[in-house]
């Protein structure tokens, strides 16, 4: 059985999906960490959520979040070889977005979240994909990675964070939302 460790980053490097090593600072590994905690974020939602159909929506996103991962990790030369997230799979999100939303509308405003486990996970969740939003968007941005779809993907999956969070609310029988400015929506 191989070990659990390599050594290989004890200098405080990491290697890429392709030829060369870089610093475990460098924005790529950076997104590479921001994005495998927002898998991690998402199972402990998928572990407390109450709504059917939920928990396979749910494995399909972390599914995906790897599926970015390994774009990211590639080096330029290879990234096309591990491209495999599309416009066809933000539309797919969009979907699941649409199908969420009309089980359980969005309120009119900013809500606080905890009104129920499995929604304040889902809202935990949802923080994180938007922190790698941030992280996939200076990689686009500065030339080092070229998919936009991954950008609009990550978009799309905190969208689909918050309406789950919404449906998680009502499935865990809470008949209001708390609102920020006060109150509860119905």
Known sequence: ?????????????????????????????????????????????????????????????????????????????????FRSLDADRVRWLEEQIDRVTRQAPPPREFIIPGDSQGGAFMAHARSVVRRSERRVAQLLHNGDIENGELLRYLNRASSLLFALEILENASAGRAGITLARGGEAP
């Open 1 to 81: 059985m191989a070990p659990f460790y390599t050594r290989n980053g004890d200098d405080g490097t990491t290697g890429l999906l392709g030829e060369g090593r870089v610093p475990k600072y460098h924005p790529r590994p950076e997104t590479l960490g921001t994005l495998d905690e927002a898998s991690a974020a998402i199972g402990m939602a998928r572990a407390l959520c109450l709504s059917p159909g939920t928990p396979d929506l749910l494995v399909e996103v972390q599914r995906d979040l790897y599926q970015v991962m390994a774009e990211i990790a590639a080096t330029p030369e290879n990234a096309a070889k």
